[in-house]
């Protein structure tokens, strides 16, 4: 299990004991049903028999953590103060590791980066995850969500299922951008060589497309021009280009054309 999804699971635990609705999230085996600790130590603890949290406890303190290193001068936090011993998540949880770098808004909020929850795509893209609030207020598992960056400018909220949205470099979301970006590179050029779909020859990239869709496709290979819509964050999902356009601009951007 990825940080990421480990930390999502930890929150919707949270948010269901903050909701009142925790008691579906609790461990109700049925007659004959049998689940091991890495099923019900990521459900809410707080309804495990006292043996089973003994053995999430232990399982725990045998599989530390792996996280972020900060880099010299880096200053990290936690986001919440402290983990009880017992509670509804692992207090291994990044909600309690000094993983988050902090960005403080001009309106007094403050947006907390989970540092150790990046990660970086082949297409040049990056996900983290990142919480925003205003200070002395009451966590709230709502505003802890899953950005996607396309590393040039937009995001979109993989929780919130937002289209692209802008990321002015100036602003809180462009911070998070910088960070999140940083090292991230696209390797499909690097990997075009190995991909069918994205060859040098139509034989090759028109692969799953008809005789006339590949002559367009060809035609527009052929002028060795970049086509418009072949703009920054292309492959995401939201860019509303036909798979047409995406052949197009996945061949013309692994035969570097400008």
């Known amino acids: 299990m990825t940080t990421t999804k480990a930390l999502l699971l930890g929150v919707t635990a949270l948010l269901l004991l903050t909701s009142g609705a925790y008691a579906d999230d609790m461990y109700r085996p049925k007659p004959g049903e049998a689940y091991d600790p890495a099923t019900y130590c990521n ?17 725990d303190k045998k599989n530390p953590p792996k996280l972020y290193q900060p880099k010299p001068g880096e200053i990290l936090t936690t986001l919440l103060p402290s983990c ?3 509670g509804a998540i692992s207090c291994n949880d990044d909600l309690y590791q ?3 770098r902090k960005i403080e808004a001009d309106n007094g909020e403050v ?8 990660e970086h795509f082949n297409n040049g893209t990056a996900d983290v995850v990142k919480y925003t609030y205003v200070p002395n207020t009451m966590f709230d598992p709502n505003s802890l969500v899953r950005l996607k960056f396309d590393c040039h400018g937009h995001y979109m ?36 060589s190995k991909d069918d779909q994205r060859g040098r020859t139509p034989a090759e990239y028109c692969v799953g497309f008809s005789s006339d869709a590949c002559d367009r496709i060809r035609k527009v290979v052929e ?36």
């Open 43 to 59: 459900w809410n603890r707080t309804g495990l028999p006292p043996s089973y949290q003994k053995i999430c406890i232990n399982r």
């Open 84 to 86: 009880q011993i017992g």
């Open 98 to 100: 000094k993983v988050w």
């Open 111 to 118: 947006t907390k980066v989970d540092m150790n929850s990046i």
């Open 157 to 192: 909220n993989l929780d919130g299922g937002s289209l692209l949205l802008d990321a002015p470099p100036r602003s809180v979301v462009g911070e998070v951008a910088a960070i999140a970006c940083a090292g991230a590179k696209d390797t499909r050029l690097e990997d075009s």
């Open 223 to 258: 002028t060795k021009t970049r086509p418009a819509f072949c703009k920054p964050g292309f492959g995401l999902v939201g860019s509303g280009l036909t798979a047409e356009q995406l052949r197009i601009c996945y061949v013309v951007t692994s035969h570097a054309v400008h």
